[in-house]
């Protein structure tokens, strides 16, 4: 096989389909012999010289496709010209002394089949040189997407990271403060576990749902301790379910979003649904309490949710606000 993927074998069926192209003229020949039944000789000949271009064929196509990548058009052409000129300088005393053809033979049309077999070879190889310059453009600007798509992702989901970081040590300062140090020393640790998660997340893309709903585990007890369980959590997610995919930390912006722009305290308590429906999204759920004043950092962060989805899996997340309740719905990608 040539660098470039073609095969000897390939070439090999070329040179058979272009020499029954280039000695046509001679196969109506052969028929009317046969028709006429003439010598054994001429029939050799006339399979001799099938044969023989089969070869001509298979150097010319060879010598083409392995060069076409560092040799220039013209460069090859020339060396295509000596090299069907060499073979119709052999062919010649073959035809006359061995086979004992007449001069007839050597017309016109045959120095023609040697120009066109020498040509067409040349023209082969310049078309493959396209073509293969055309797949390497578009094998570079595929490579580029993905650098220029992984490079917006990662700028996406770092702006997840900064709010999170504030109000967790807002919590472990009050915790602090209150000098409870069994909880602090929890709270430490399953802050640790969550500040782990984050800081790997730029190396993914896709993980487990199972994955995603381990991390808000740990996210959940912190949330618990900042607003004394006045925001709980009901998941009900099948086991089966779970090893379908999405965008590394897609919960943690909507809890985050959850908790910056409504009212959370004893009269006006949190509880978050997640749950899959039956159109395999993930769907997040929540009453509305809406502060009095709104930033709108909401929406920003639904924009960027959603256009690390469509970077991901091509699909869009939807989110529907309705009668006192806000709903996110994140497609799951199968395995």
């Known amino acids: 096989m040539f660098k470039n993927g073609v095969t000897n074998k390939k070439i090999f069926i070329y040179s058979l389909v272009l020499a029954v192209f280039i000695i046509y003229p001679n196969i109506t020949t052969a028929l009317w012999m046969l028709f006429l039944d003439v010598g ?14 089969v070869v001509l064929f298979w150097i010319l196509l060879s010598w083409n496709l392995k060069k076409s990548m560092t040799t220039v058009f013209a460069k090859r052409l020339v060396v295509s010209f000596l090299i069907a000129g060499a073979a119709y300088g052999l062919y010649i005393p073959i035809s006359l002394y061995i086979f004992k053809i007449h001069g007839d033979h050597l017309t016109v049309t045959l120095v023609f089949q040697y120009l066109v077999t020498m040509t067409i070879c040349a023209g082969i190889g310049q078309v493959h040189i396209m073509y293969q310059n055309q797949r390497l453009k578009e094998m570079e600007i595929e490579q580029l997407k993905l650098e220029t798509l992984q490079s917006r992702y990662e700028a996406l989901t770092n702006q997840i990271n900064p709010h999170f970081f504030f109000n967790a040590l807002n919590s472990l300062t009050g915790l602090i403060r209150n000098a409870s140090k ?37 996210y959940q007890y912190l949330i618990e301790i900042r607003f004394a369980k006045k925001l709980s959590f009901n998941t009900v997610v099948d086991t089966d379910k779970k090893k379908m995919k999405l965008p590394v930390l897609s919960l943690l912006p909507l809890i985050e979003n959850i908790v910056q722009h409504n009212i959370i305290d004893a009269e006006n308590k949190m509880k978050v649904e997640i749950y899959i429906n039956e159109n395999n999204e993930l769907v997040i759920s929540n009453p509305v ?21 469509f970077l991901l899996t091509r699909r869009h997340i939807r989110v529907i606000n309705d009668s006192g309740t806000f709903t996110v719905y994140l497609p799951l990608v199968e395995e």
């Open 40 to 53: 054994a000789e001429e029939l050799y000949f006339f399979v001799f010289r099938y044969l023989y271009f």
């Open 182 to 218: 069994d909880q602090t020393i929890k709270f430490v640790d399953k802050l640790s576990d969550v500040f782990r998660y984050i800081l790997r997340s730029d190396k993914k893309g896709l993980v487990e749902l199972e994955e995603e709903l381990e991390f808000m585990k740990a």
């Open 289 to 309: 309490h809406p502060k009095l004043e709104q930033s709108v950092s909401h929406n920003i962060g639904l924009v960027n949710l959603d256009s690390r989805f």
